[in-house]
């Protein structure tokens, strides 16, 4: 089955301590991406990668640190956590980078950060 | 940085009326999508509209790209109780900086009654 997968779907933590969400996807995409979602804000970009090795800031980088080193995953890494940080993530993929740029979304990490 | 401004947040309205979203920017997107998210789940896309003009029907739902690709609307025929959900558009950057990043509205969350 086609899919993107994040692990953990759900994590509370505390202030500073490191923490990693995983992304996966099983469709070849190139592109990958990262948002946040915020009562009243939508979902905002917070990093997103056209290809391997290559990643590019979106919109609310801050705090935030991203690799591709294989084409398939894209973990988000956050060194020192914060509670403004707390919020539902998504990562998403697309076939390409190109003018469509359709997602296909994970099932979203609930993080909370005490 | 890129804004969607999307209209109305909210709409409460009975089984069987009409109603018609809004997103509207200053900035020129090669793609706008839009996407249905239920609750606990990730975004879920509906429809993209590339050329300017473009009108697409999906059954009782009629997009439509402005004619500038700047703005687009979502119109809803005789909406049903399974319509409800919360809808959002996202725009892809045409180019400069803004290549590569996806721009999302706030969202409208709309509940139809029975």
């Known amino acids: 089955e086609a899919q993107v997968t994040q692990n953990p779907r759900y994590l509370i933590t505390v202030t500073g301590k490191k923490l990693t969400v995983t992304c996966s996807q099983n469709m070849n995409h190139e592109y990958m991406s990262w948002y946040r979602q915020d009562p009243g804000l939508g979902l905002r970009q917070i990093y997103y990668?056209?290809?391997?090795?290559?990643?590019d800031k979106g919109d609310v980088p801050e705090g935030y640190k991203v690799s591709r080193k294989e084409k398939r995953n894209f973990p988000l890494i956050l060194e020192s956590p914060s509670p403004n940080q707390t919020s539902l993530y998504f990562c998403?993929?697309?076939?390409?980078?190109?003018?469509?740029?359709?997602?296909?979304f994970g099932p979203g990490t609930r993080l909370t950060v005490t | 940085t890129q804004l969607l401004e999307q209209s109305p947040q909210f709409l409460s309205i009975q089984e069987g009326e009409n109603l018609t979203v809004y997103c509207n920017s200053s900035?020129?997107?090669?793609?706008l999508q839009w996407y249905r998210q239920e609750p606990g789940e990730g975004p879920v896309l509906l429809v993209t509209v590339v050329t300017g003009g473009e009108v697409k029907k999906l059954k009782r739902l009629t997009f439509q790209f402005g004619d500038a690709r700047k703005d687009s609307s979502l119109h809803i025929t005789a909406a049903q109780p399974g319509d409800t959900g919360l809808y959002l558009c996202?725009?892809?950057?045409?180019?400069?900086?803004?290549?590569?990043?996806?721009?999302f509205g706030q969202g409208t969350i709309l509940t139809v009654h029975p």
């Open positions: 998403a993929s697309s076939l390409s980078a190109g003018t469509r740029r359709e997602q296909y």
């Open positions: 990668s056209m290809n391997v090795e290559v990643t």
């Open positions: 900035s020129v997107f090669s793609s």
């Open positions: 996202a725009g892809a950057g045409a180019g400069g900086t803004s290549y590569g990043k996806l721009t």
